[in-house]
């Protein structure tokens, strides 16, 4: 594991939507003694070049180990927004149509965006090979598009579900809030301070803090988890078992994924009474105004009643040093939200069981789950559609 030290940056950082700026060099960081972080710690940006991300790997449509994810997020100026077309499209192939009708149904949920304070949605005509119904589950207010439809004689079909995007900046880590905080009555408080089957509560990711006084202000406690799990795992995607959210098995391997990252913050946000959430989507490239998205992006939401709730995006940190202050708070508009939460029961109810999370769509024929191989994504984004 790497060596923790806590520090904060004198600096932070914002880049101007859309196109390239040129930057101070920032300073060096100071590292800080803990105790004398003040109790009404927060963090301002500065601006800073962009960063371009390598391309991603290929995807997975199960959530599994083999997840990936595309992060090409940069900062933008306060208040920026950007709209977009997205196009949630899939081909399912290689289907052998059956004798027997069970074994020939097919059934199909998908993620569905939806507007937030954060993002507006509209959700455009759809094309597949039966009708989409859209249901929306209780616990956690995600909307899910479902349909059932058989086998066809060709063993493939296409699903294509596009919208039309205006997401905004999100800056909630700041020493002014121009809106009203919004409380958390006590199931949702419950929620997201319960344990999930990848991310516990208690045992080994508690062993971190083994190092660590806590201290008492609740913001300025998040940002020293921030700190711990941003300096304890690496961004890195190899061999197996990252991608899947597992803070124990994060917590032995120092690596994985944005979902890795997240899961490790929430098990140690959860710990100490800080209700937090997952959230999941896609990232929106910063470096053309079209093409293909390969793969999801994820982050996490804290809670404080003196914030509300307030984001943390600790892998796109790790990955751009420079803007880890403009991540403890922030979140750039070049982003989608499709569903949050973990252990996610579908609508109407599947053969499967719950879903360790929501971004692939969930086929299920003849009421055994779909492999990945049978599924070829094909998302896609226009600034012009």
Request: aromatic share 10%.
């Amino acid at each position: 594991m790497k060596q923790f030290v806590f520090a904060t940056s004198l600096v932070c950082a914002i880049c101007l939507l859309g196109c390239v700026q040129s930057a101070p060099t920032p300073p060096p960081a100071t590292t800080v003694n803990p105790q004398s972080i003040p109790q009404n710690f927060t963090s301002e940006p500065q601006p800073d070049k962009p960063v371009v991300d390598p391309a991603p790997d290929t995807n997975s449509t199960t959530g599994s180990s083999n997840d990936t994810e595309i992060e090409t997020a940069r900062p933008a100026d306060k208040g920026k927004s950007r709209q977009f077309t997205f196009h949630y499209r899939f081909q399912v192939k290689d289907l052998k149509p059956q004798a027997d009708a069970e074994m020939n149904r097919v059934r199909v949920w998908l993620p569905a965006a939806s507007s937030s304070s954060e993002q507006d949605v509209k959700r455009l005509a759809a094309t597949g090979p039966a009708e989409i119904a859209e249901h929306r589950e209780a616990q956690f207010g995600n909307t899910l598009l479902y349909f059932e439809t058989t086998i066809p004689e060709s063993g493939e079909f296409t699903v294509d579900v596009p919208y039309q995007v205006t997401r905004r900046e999100v800056l909630r880590g700041r020493d002014q809030l121009s809106e009203p905080i919004a409380s958390l009555d006590e199931p949702k408080r419950t929620l997201f301070l319960r344990a999930d089957k990848f991310v516990p509560i208690d045992g080994k990711p508690l062993r971190l803090l083994d190092m660590v006084e806590l201290l008492t202000d609740r913001m300025a406690k998040a940002r020293q988890l921030y700190d711990l799990v941003d300096q304890h795992v690496a961004y890195k995607k190899e061999g197996t078992g990252w991608g899947r959210g597992d803070s124990n098995w994060v917590c032995d391997s120092g690596y994985g994924n944005c979902t890795d990252f997240h899961s490790l913050f929430i098990s140690l946000a959860r710990s100490q009474g800080l209700p937090a959430r997952f959230e999941i989507g896609f990232s929106i490239p910063t470096d053309k105004s079209s093409g293909a998205i390969t793969g999801y992006h994820c982050w996490a939401w804290f809670h404080t009643d003196e914030r509300g709730w307030v984001p943390v995006d600790i892998s796109e940190a790790d990955k751009n040093p420079l803007l880890k202050d403009y991540y403890f708070g922030g979140l750039t508009p070049d982003r989608v939200t499709f569903s949050i939460g973990r252990d996610l029961e579908l609508i109407p109810k599947a053969v499967a069981p719950p879903l360790n999370f929501l971004i692939y769509p969930h086929i299920e024929v003849g009421g055994i789950a779909l492999s990945k191989e049978n599924v070829s994504l094909q998302f896609q984004f226009g600034e012009k559609d």
